[in-house]
T-cell receptor, first 108, second 112 residues
Framework: AQRVTQPEKLLSVFKGAPVELKCNYS??????LFWYVQYSRQRLQLLLR??SRESIKGFTADLNKGETSFHLKKPFAQEEDSAMYYC??????????FGTGTRLKVLA | DVKVTQSSRYLVKRTGEKVFLECVQD?????MFWYRQDPGLGLRLIYF???????EKGDIPEGYSVSREKKERFSLILESASTNQTSMYLC???????????FGDGTRLSIL
């Protein structure tokens, strides 16, 4: 079955510490993967997608097909990174599959 | 910049009422989606549409229907609202099959 798993509901880190938000997927084909972010009182928005291979707001995500993972990383967390993060898979059927989300809290 | 506009930020209705949630996008996107967002459950797809007058069931369509009479507008209908439909509803659109989705601000619906 096609699935996206985000094992952590809440991740708390101190400002300046590295961040890794985990995302594992289950899909037999070549995946299209995205990270979306929702800041407090703002709409859900795209953070990055794997085919772009770009860094947005210091975040990067590498697709690891062997481990079926697409973890989101940032070397030094900022307080403004506190938000809800969703990993999403597009399996090629118009439908997107979202994970359950991880709330990141960056502590001062 | 793409604008997806949902008609209400907050809505309170009573059990048994027929409820309409409206969504409009201004970028001529082909695809539109309705999701429920619940704590611990993430985003769950209710319905989507890939063309005018076309609609497809998502993962949790029971108790809902949709209408897409014009390309820019996608309406979600709760035929007979129930308390378990109290939730945040998100509308989204995208211009292609594997393209990023653009979301509205959401409608927080409470059914009393």
């Amino acid at each position: 079955a096609q699935r996206v798993t985000q094992p952590e509901k809440l991740l708390s880190v101190f400002k300046g510490a590295p961040v890794e938000l985990k995302c594992n997927y289950s899909y037999s084909g070549s995946p299209e993967l995205f990270w979306y972010v929702q800041y407090s009182r703002q709409r859900l928005q795209l953070l990055l997608r794997h085919i772009s291979r770009e860094s947005i707001k210091g975040f990067t995500a590498d697709l690891n097909k062997g481990e079926t993972s697409f973890h989101l990383k940032k070397p030094f967390a900022q307080e403004e990174d506190s938000a809800m993060y969703y990993c999403a898979l597009y399996p090629g059927t118009y439908k997107y599959i979202f994970g359950t989300g991880t709330r990141l809290k960056v502590l001062a | 910049d793409v604008k997806v506009t949902q008609s209400s930020r907050y809505l309170v209705k009573r059990t048994g009422e027929k409820v309409f949630l409206e969504c409009v996008q201004d970028m001529d996107h082909e695809n539109m989606f309705w999701y429920r967002q619940d704590p611990g459950l993430g985003l769950r797809l209710i319905y989507f549409s890939y063309d005018v007058k076309m609609k497809e069931k998502g993962d949790i369509p029971e108790g809902y229907s949709v209408s897409r009479e014009k390309k820019e507008r996608f309406s979600l209908i709760l035929e007979s609202a129930s308390t378990n439909q109290t939730s945040m509803y998100l509308c989204a659109s995208s211009w292609g099959q594997n393209q990023p989705q653009h979301f509205g601000d959401g409608t927080r619906l409470s059914i009393l």
